[in-house]
C-alpha cells in the first residue's frame, strides 16, 4: 500500500510534442505529490508539486493532472525540449513524517 | 540560491575500507534525509534527522552504516567496512520547517567501492 507505481520506465518523444508519465498509489493518506527532475550525476530537483484538492497545477510547460477518485497522477510536458532530457521520478507523502515514497523513474529522451 | 552541499563529490574505495560523507543542508533546514540511490533506480531512505536527532533509521544497515548531525546542521554518513554493493549515489535533502513536504536534494556522493 506504501508503493507509487509509474510509467513508462522509458520514453522517446519528438521535440516539440507532449511527454506524458504516469503514477497510481494506494495508500489514500498521502497528501503530497510531488515530480522531480534529475539529470545524471546530479541529485533529483523538485519540478512541480500537487495536494489531493487540486485537480491541475500547471507552472510554464511542466502540468501535473491529479484524479483523486482513481488514485492516479500524471505529468505532462508541453512543448518537449532537448533540454527536458532527463529522468523524472513521481512521489508520494504523508503528513505523518513527510517522507517520501518514490515512483521507478521514467527516462526521458526528446529527440530533435 | 541556497544549495545543499555534499563533499566528495566522488569517492573511489577499496573493500573492506571506511569512507565518510559529508552534507550541510540548506541554512535554517532543521529536517535532513540521507539517501542511496543505485544507477537507474530511485533513492531509497536510509536515515531522516529532525535537528540532531534521529527521526527514522529503520533503513539504516546499522552493522556497517551510521550517520550523525551532532550540533543540528551539517551530517556526516560513515560506511565501515565498505562492501562492493554499496556502489551507489550517495543522496542529502534537507527541508524548511515552513513546506516540510518539500525535499531540496544536494548534488551527491557517487561511490565506487572495488
Known amino acids: 500500500q506504501q508503493q507509487v507505481k509509474q510509467s513508462p520506465q522509458s520514453l522517446i518523444v519528438q521535440k516539440g510534442g507532449i511527454s506524458i508519465i504516469n503514477c497510481a498509489y494506494e495508500?489514500?493518506?498521502?497528501?503530497?505529490f510531488p515530480w522531480y527532475q534529475q539529470f545524471p550525476g546530479k541529485g533529483p530537483a523538485l519540478l512541480i508539486a500537487?495536494?489531493?484538492d487540486v485537480s491541475e497545477k500547471k507552472e510554464g510547460r511542466f502540468t501535473i493532472s491529479f484524479n483523486k477518485s482513481a488514485k492516479q497522477f500524471s505529468l505532462h510536458i508541453m512543448d518537449s525540449q532537448p533540454g527536458d532530457s532527463a529522468t523524472y521520478f513521481c512521489a508520494a507523502s504523508i503528513k505523518s513524517n513527510y517522507q517520501l515514497i518514490w515512483g521507478a523513474g521514467t527516462k526521458l529522451i526528446i529527440k530533435p | 540560491e541556497a544549495e545543499v552541499a555534499q563533499s566528495p563529490r566522488y569517492k573511489i574505495t577499496e573493500k573492506s575500507q571506511a569512507v565518510a560523507f559529508w552534507c550541510d543542508p540548506i541554512s535554517g533546514h532543521a529536517t535532513l534525509y540521507w539517501y542511496r540511490q543505485i544507477l537507474g533506480q530511485g533513492p531509497e531512505l536510509l536515515v531522516q534527522?529532525?535537528?540532531?536527532?534521529?527521526?527514522?533509521d529503520s533503513q539504516l544497515p546499522k552493522d556497517r552504516f551510521s550517520a550523525e548531525r551532532l550540533k543540528g546542521v551539517d551530517s556526516t554518513l560513515k560506511i565501515q567496512p565498505a562492501e562492493l554493493g554499496d556502489s551507489a549515489m550517495y543522496l542529502c535533502?534537507?527541508?524548511?520547517?515552513?513546506?516540510?513536504?518539500?525535499?531540496?536534494f544536494g548534488p551527491g556522493t557517487r561511490l565506487t567501492v572495488t
Open positions: 535533502a534537507s527541508t524548511p520547517q515552513w513546506s516540510p513536504h518539500e525535499q531540496y
Open positions: 500537487i495536494r489531493p
Open positions: 495508500n489514500t493518506a498521502f497528501d503530497y
Open positions: 534527522f529532525q535537528d540532531e536527532s534521529v527521526v527514522d
